[in-house]
């Protein structure tokens, strides 16, 4: 019954912004740490970044540390992805993801028990 939906994706130009959204319902337990990861053609899924619900502290891949921003709104149980400064290199499909123990390391994608579907982000050069 637990459902992760992402949206805010689409295309953008080098420079620009896009803010993805995941909307997390039906988990039967709060989640401890939400990442973010993404996947290019040809390359595996890698780690973005990840929040986690108690303190809120962010972790970012080194690809992207300075331009995205993770953050979260527990009313609304939503977890959002900023991106700023977009470079042809960020295009992907972006997954988020929750974990919903202390188990794990949190830029591996074992450490994480339920999936959304991913949404598109294109960055033109």
């Known amino acids: 019954q637990a459902q992760l939906v992402e949206s805010g994706g689409g295309s953008v130009q080098a420079g620009g912004s896009l803010r993805l959204s995941c909307v997390v319902s039906?988990?039967?337990?709060?989640?401890?740490?939400m990442g973010w990861f993404r996947q290019a053609p040809g390359k595996e899924r890698e780690f973005v970044g990840s929040i986690t619900r108690s303190g809120g502290y962010t972790y970012y891949a080194d690809s992207v540390k300075g331009r995205f921003i993770i953050s979260g709104d527990n009313a609304k149980n939503t977890v959002y992805l900023q991106m700023n400064s977009l470079k042809f290199e960020d295009t992907a499909v972006y997954y988020c993801?929750?974990?919903?123990?202390?188990?794990?390391?949190?830029?591996?994608?074992?450490?994480?028990?339920?999936w959304g579907q991913g949404t598109q982000v294109t960055v033109s050069s």
């Open positions: 039906g988990l039967s337990f709060n989640w401890h740490s």
């Open positions: 993801a929750a974990d919903l123990d202390l188990s794990g390391t949190y830029y591996l994608e074992s450490k994480y028990d339920y």
